[in-house]
């Protein structure tokens, strides 16, 4: 049975829910590096938290083990956190929730997650998630946000921003999502698009781009100019790893002329400030996303033969 652990019992004032999920709903990890952003801004604290070995397969999402003190370490094993943030200048609290997505018992896990939602009386919950996309990185990051309540979808489209008619499987986000409708909870979903060449990496840009209409949408007043500011080095230098490379360079401006077709491309606008970008983190290597290119465009050309060579169907199945 799920294990629910509650460490406090604060009382809360309207409390909404900011939710990631590290895994499948994670493309470059921009949600959780929202979120981590969040918790380090924030310094919340932890009121619950789902711990449940029935949820994972440790030899896939493996406990790790930390140093705690001095000649002594523990095992960390994988949790879902909720953590409070009380603003007294805001008239509503908020709960971060992150954890890891789980592999098994969805069901189980969705009411478990909710009866700590229901305990701390949530009103509205906020998910966030991205997903790979062909995509070039040099464009504005496409945003789509999507909820079942009227009222949140006429503020979204005040955003100008786009409902999602995505199809196909889906991962705990949306299993979560619909679980709110059923209990009556209003829930947002807002989803990012990242480059599919850039998965291995964490995407700022991605990530700027979801707190951006995280922070609009909650009304949050953040000032964001450092993510800005990193999200701007992180294209350029992108760019710089991507123009070393012809093929690359030339996998990217095909992408470049297939938004340019595209009239119903959907963006957002954000104003950079580079005059922060020496305090930025380091990003990957140039090598391993010229490695993440060619692969594509590897398994591109393994494709097309596919089309023309009968005797090449079976092996390209």
């Known amino acids: 049975m799920s294990s629910i652990r509650y460490f406090e019992e604060p009382t809360l ?3 909404i829910a900011i939710v990631a999920f590290s ?4 493309a ?4 959780t590096t929202v979120m981590n952003h969040l918790i380090n801004l924030w310094a919340p604290t932890k009121i619950a938290e789902i711990e449940n070995e029935d949820f994972f397969v440790y030899t896939e999402t493996r406990p790790t083990l930390k140093y705690v003190e001095r000649g002594r370490r523990e095992v960390i094993w994988p949790t879902h956190r909720f953590l409070v943030h ?3 200048e805001r008239d509503r609290d908020i709960i971060l929730f992150l954890g890891p997505e789980p592999q098994l018992k969805w069901k189980t896990f969705s009411k478990a997650f ?3 939602c229901h305990h701390f009386h949530v009103s509205e919950i906020v998910f966030l998630g991205a997903l790979l996309a062909d995509i070039p990185h040099s464009i504005n990051v496409p945003v789509t946000g999507s909820s079942e309540d009227a009222a949140i979808q006429q503020r979204l489209r005040s955003f100008d921003l786009p409902a999602s008619d995505y199809e196909g499987p889906t991962g705990i986000v949306g299993v979560l999502h619909e679980a709110c409708q059923q209990e009556n909870i209003d829930a947002v979903s807002f989803w990012a698009a990242a480059p599919n060449y850039l998965d291995t990496a964490p995407n700022i840009k991605v990530a700027a781009a979801l707190l951006t209409y995280l922070n609009r949408y909650l009304e949050l007043d953040l000032n964001l100019s450092v993510v800005y500011a990193e999200a701007e080095r992180f294209e350029q230098q992108v760019t710089e790893m991507v123009e070393s490379d012809p093929e690359a360079s030339e996998y990217v ?4 002329e297939q938004m340019d077709e595209d009239e119903d491309e959907d963006t957002i606008s954000i104003s950079f400030k580079p005059d922060f970008l020496e305090e930025s983190s380091p990003l990957p290597q140039a090598d391993l996303i ?18 023309h060579y009968d005797d090449d169907e079976k092996d390209c199945e």
């Not at 470059?28 to 949600?31: D, K, L, M, N, R």
């Not at 401006?253 to 470049?256: D, I, N, P, V, Y």
């Open 13 to 15: 004032r309207n409390p």
């Open 23 to 26: 895994g499948w709903n994670d």
């Open 28 to 31: 470059a990890e921009s949600a």
């Open 86 to 88: 009380r603003d007294p």
């Open 114 to 116: 909710l009866e700590v």
């Open 253 to 256: 401006r095909q992408l470049e």
């Open 290 to 307: 010229i490695r993440e290119i060619e692969e594509l465009l590897r398994k591109e050309r393994e494709k097309k033969p596919q089309k």
